[in-house]
């Protein structure tokens, strides 16, 4: 149920039009005797509005932090907490975390290792990107069976 419980705290905030930007285990906190889990450490969060805002992209700890910023991009929404939600998702499966980046360069390489590198077919849009770069590497998605191996189908499938 923790991750049920992060997922209706994020709802919360994005219906009330604030992205946390900063989530990762060290940001959850459970009560040891209700299981009840909260948010914390909102130091980073952000009201948003429509149109999208345009942020910085030095936030959130490297090894949570969604692809679009990493590449550059300036204008981001709810996906960037929804993207890592489903990196802590996969560090409580596998109890270690999916993407343990040490630079933002070793973080991408490793989303692109897993996921595959996208492009404009499985990501319109990406090669535009300020730091996209056509030389980096292509990787091949892999399966997400195979990487968060204890996941039952329903797990992978919301992974997805």
Request: aromatic share 12%; with cysteine; glycine share 6%.
């Amino acid at each position: 149920t923790f991750l049920y419980q992060i997922l209706r705290g994020i709802a919360y905030c994005h219906s009330h039009r604030v992205l946390h930007r900063d989530l990762k285990p060290q940001n959850l906190l459970i009560d040891p005797r209700t299981n009840a889990l909260k948010l914390a450490d909102f130091g980073l969060a952000r009201a948003f509005g429509i149109p999208v805002r345009t942020f910085t992209h030095e936030v959130v700890t490297l090894w949570y932090r969604a692809p679009e910023i990493l590449l550059g991009s300036r204008h981001y929404s709810t996906p960037v907490d929804v993207w890592s939600v489903g990196c802590i998702f996969a560090e409580m499966v596998n109890q270690r975390p999916l993407f343990p980046g040490d630079s933002e360069i070793d973080e991408l390489f490793k989303i692109f290792r897993i996921l595959g590198t996208p492009n404009e077919d499985t990501w319109p849009g990406v090669t535009s990107l300020p730091d996209f770069k056509s030389a980096f590497p292509k990787w091949p998605a892999k399966n997400l069976a195979t990487v968060v191996p204890n996941l039952e189908s329903t797990g992978i499938d919301l992974l997805s």
